[in-house]
């Protein structure tokens, strides 16, 4: 019997790539901030010159899927993680947007084998997204651990 399981040990030799929703950047800034923050703290080199981590910025929730394809598709990244949030108005967009953004992600990762993590905090209140990005917990943190977590995985399976 063979358990696989995905590590943090070997988390330097990843390559990553986190796309990026500027709609909401108050929160989405947070969430990079802990996302940068636990790849650092695992091994990973952050610095704005680093050859392991690519930042691609988007407008929106709706547009992460699209970029996350296309950096997929290049075949260099072992892990890609989403950062947004969309916050419940008093229209259907929300709904409209969460929805499209978590399809499209979930399906790009599925057609292409690359894991995409989805941190995309979807809530009722500016309050509910400023506390999952808050100091005290930051879920940028848990996104990108996932995203170690997924991309040693993947490699020990291939």
Known sequence: MAILEGTFEKSSSLKIAVVIARFNDLITNKLLSGC???LSRH???VTESSSQLDIAWVPGAFELP????????????DVIITLGAVIR???PHFDVVVSEASKGIASVSRELG????FGVLTTDTMQQALERAGVKSNLGWSYALQGLEMGSLMKAVR
């Open 43 to 45: 091994g990973v080199d």
């Open 66 to 77: 699209i970029v996350s394809q296309e950096l997929a598709r290049k075949e260099k990244y």
């Open 114 to 117: 690359v894991p995409i993590i």
């Open 36 to 38: 940068l923050d636990c």
């Open 89 to 91: 108005g008093d229209t």
